[in-house]
């Protein structure tokens, strides 16, 4: 007899992993991994800036608890006390905010439809958050709330008290949308629009929702009002309340799923359910969870390092969201968020690539290659369909951040041997994007006339975040010229992103050893503060983004006046105190969580300074890399409602932590190497795609030894600061012996450095 999914079970498997762990390594990774982690944020300082996102590794849907409002991009955050529903959600961040989204409420009482008076309190002591399940206790209702997705549906449970007056509200929100109840079949349709920009005219995501329980109640709501026995409603606002009557302990089912296609192929969506139990789909998510976090298998006796690691997997395994579903004859098809059509083939969204060309897709290609193979192709299909690769997604073209990263997202792909897909389509996108620019966008390059021109993108030309824009467009030529030498393009069509790769020095300033913005005269700001946020730069100052040489660092160093130089100016970073630069500008979230982390001015809450520890490999200080991303890792990251320092954004910031755990962390995507840094645990396997499985072992590994003594590399002594790709991938064995003390003759020769774009 099968018995309901309980916080018993959970308790049980979380205690039998903790003892097992003592012996063996982590068979259950999913039982270490909480969806709370960053949910306690808010506008004004961001831990994550996540939400409780229960689905599938890169579902379609996601399912959330709702505190916050409609259409508070806060929709879930750890402080607050009261859900307000259930919410399909396909949010990347409450910056980006939502789009199709829709709630679902049970209640108890009179039928009411207003979220505050629907609204229930509850506590995390009645709560259980895991990526493949939620449930929750609803006091004011009296009311257990399940759920567990698929990728497109998902099934709720609603265990009811004895009473007459049981009710379900159905929310499609406001700003256009339609539901229809359909008392014979326990149905109930519709389709909602609301959204925050970045799709067509046409966008519709259409639901379906079927019960398990006759309805006695029914009644349409329109704009906010109650219509009793109306069935169906189509309006701003619109909604619908069903109920019955329950027996104590009663439990009523919901079978939802939701299409961005038609109504018909929402129908179709929710065959994913099958005929499948509350329990069997919990049993099955956990599988699928399980199956893809053991890719990484991970052993310690620390079980905070377990859970952040687990924690920070999970959320590195969400974005890009699928946006492709199975049409009938069992073919791939999409609704284009570029041109308002259904079209055949692969679709991904909601991802900036600003953010997570740095580690995030260099993890996939790693790890989850398949994966991105498909993420390819949706890039080929943006391209066909719109005319431009997105830079931020979400789901179609947004106008966020800066740089031309698709760049490198598209040739760390193929560097790292990613193949399946048209590379020609996507070889010619970037040079079209290198050269163009989509209005109101960040599609394709901001100024790019001005960039080819002065080879940087000037102070005085009404764009702002010029040095940023300059350093990334350098970047992002290099990419384009080591895609098209890989493809054997001839040297008349890449040379010119070769010399553009080398921009970044025309925003050197060498008196400040800094990068500084210049006029169209070449004149340096003569106003500038090292410290000073925004201005020349996005999100950050002249101390994050001068390490932003990710394909030339040893140009980089030539500049600052050699090793000795640049390690002061790097360790200048650690010293200089975290409250200067604080009144250059309004106060926006970033520079707070920089403050208050007393790091001087390292700022691992944004995304440009992430790797700049990792350069010490190149400097002849190895042994920093090792202290620094030891103590970012255990003093910046907890498996805690407040574990991150910054923003997550869409699995960066996990990403992050699961490299730098590991030991190594890609600095320059679209090379085939990983730069060292130190490992976490005393060993680790990575089962590889193809069959072959990295080990890690670290002897003598712990919170006081994290220095490298020594390293081999399949039996042999290993004194080089990095590994290739291809040494991964063929499978290796990695042994470390770790010390409290640094080795400074370990990684100090010259062939010892990583791949810098001046010593090619």
Not at 82 to 88: A, P, S, T, V
Not at 104 to 116: A, K, L, N, R, S
Not at 239 to 250: N, R, S, V, Y
Not at 564 to 591: A, C, Q, T, W, Y
Request: aromatic residues 14%; hydrophobic residues 35%; charged residues 20%.
């Amino acid at each position: 007899m099968r018995t309901h999914f309980s916080f018993k079970h959970l308790l049980f498997l979380g205690c039998a992993a903790f003892y097992s762990l003592q012996t063996s390594a982590v068979k259950n990774p999913v039982d270490y991994a909480s969806t709370l982690v960053g949910t306690q944020s808010k506008f004004e300082l961001s831990t994550g800036n996540t939400y409780p996102a229960t689905a599938l590794p890169w579902g379609m849907n996601f399912w959330t608890p709702q505190t916050g409002k409609m259409g508070d991009g806060w929709s879930y955050t750890y402080n607050a006390d009261k859900i307000r529903g259930f919410k399909q959600t396909h949010q990347p961040s409450p910056w980006m905010n939502d789009y199709g989204q829709f709630s679902i409420m049970p209640i108890t009482g009179e039928p009411v439809f207003d979220q505050d008076q629907r609204a229930s309190w509850f506590s995390h002591k009645a709560e259980i958050a895991k990526p493949y399940y939620y449930k929750v206790y609803l006091a004011d209702h009296d009311i257990t709330t399940e759920l567990v997705p698929t990728e497109r549906a998902v099934m709720f449970r609603f265990t009811f008290p004895e009473t007459k007056n049981s009710y379900v509200v159905i929310d499609a929100f406001d700003k256009g949308s339609y539901v229809k109840v359909i008392t014979g079949e326990n149905k109930i349709i519709g389709y909602t629009t609301r959204n925050s920009g970045g799709v067509p005219e046409n966008f519709k995501n259409y639901f379906v929702i079927k019960f398990d329980k006759p309805f006695t109640f029914t009644s349409a709501v329109k704009d906010n009002e109650i219509i009793t026995n109306e069935k169906e409603v189509q309006c701003n606002h619109a909604g619908a309340i069903i109920g019955f009557a329950t027996k104590k302990g009663e439990i009523v089912h919901a079978r939802i799923a939701s299409s961005f296609i038609s109504p018909e192929q929402a129908e179709l969506n929710l065959k994913e359910l099958g005929n499948n139990s509350f329990d069997q789909l919990v049993s099955e998510g956990r599988n699928t969870w399980n199956r893809e976090m053991s890719k990484i298998e991970v052993e310690d006796d620390n079980i905070d390092n377990l859970r952040t690691f687990y924690s920070c997997l999970y959320r590195s395994m969400l974005f890009p969201r699928s946006f492709y579903e199975i049409d009938a004859k069992g073919e791939v098809v999409h609704y284009s968020p570029y041109n308002g059509k259904v079209l055949p083939g692969y679709m991904f969204t909601d991802t900036g690539f600003w953010d997570t060309f740095r580690c995030l897709f260099p993890f996939l290609n790693l790890m989850y290659p398949s994966m991105n193979q498909k993420m390819q192709e949706g890039l080929v299909n943006a391209y066909k369909e719109s005319g431009f690769l997105p830079e931020w997604a979400s789901p179609g073209h947004r106008d966020c951040m800066v740089g031309n990263n698709s760049a490198s997202v598209v040739a760390d792909a193929y560097i790292k041997g990613l193949r399946g897909y048209d590379i020609e389509v996507l070889w010619e996108a970037l040079k079209h994007d290198a050269n163009a620019h989509l209005p109101k966008t960040a599609s394709g390059r901001v100024a790019y006339e001005a960039y080819n021109k002065f080879g940087y993108v000037p102070t005085n030309i009404g764009v702002g975040q010029n040095v940023a824009r300059t350093l990334e467009y350098a970047y992002n030529d290099w990419t384009i010229y080591t895609l098209g030498k890989k493809l054997g393009k001839p040297a008349s069509e890449i040379d010119i992103y070769k010399k553009r790769a080398m921009n970044y020095q025309n925003v050197y300033n060498p008196e400040r050893k800094l990068m500084v913005g210049k006029d169209d005269k070449g004149v340096f700001n003569p106003n500038f503060i090292a410290v000073d946020w925004s201005g020349e730069f996005c999100e950050g100052n002249s101390w994050h983004w001068s390490f932003c040489v990710f394909h030339d660092p040893q140009g980089l160093i030539n500049l600052m006046g050699g090793k000795k130089e640049f390690n002061m100016m790097m360790d200048s970073v650690f010293v200089i105190p975290g409250n200067l630069g604080m009144k250059s500008r309004g106060m926006i979230h970033e520079m707070r969580e920089m403050q208050v982390m007393n790091m001087g001015q390292y700022a691992h809450g944004n995304q440009p300074i992430q790797h700049m520890v990792y350069l010490y490999n190149y400097s002849g200080e190895p042994w920093k890399a090792q202290q620094r991303t030891r103590e970012i890792m255990n003093k910046l990251y907890t498996a805690g409602p407040d574990g991150y320092c910054g923003d997550e954004d869409n699995g960066q910031t996990s990403a992050w932590y699961v490299f730098s755990a590991l030991g190594f962390y890609p600095v320059c995507p679209g090379t085939d190497q990983y730069v060292l840094g130190t490992p976490l645990f005393k060993s680790a396997k990575l089962h590889l795609e193809n069959g072959k499985t990295v080990t890690i072992n670290a002897s003598n590994n712990s919170m006081d030894n994290y220095y490298v003594k020594d390293m081999k590399v399949d039996g042999k002594v290993y004194n080089r600061n990095y590994l290739t790709h291809d040494q991964l991938t063929k499978g290796t064995n990695i042994q470390y012996q770790m010390s409290p003390v640094p080795n400074k003759q370990r990684g100090t020769n010259e062939k010892d450095v990583p791949y810098s774009l001046s010593i090619e």
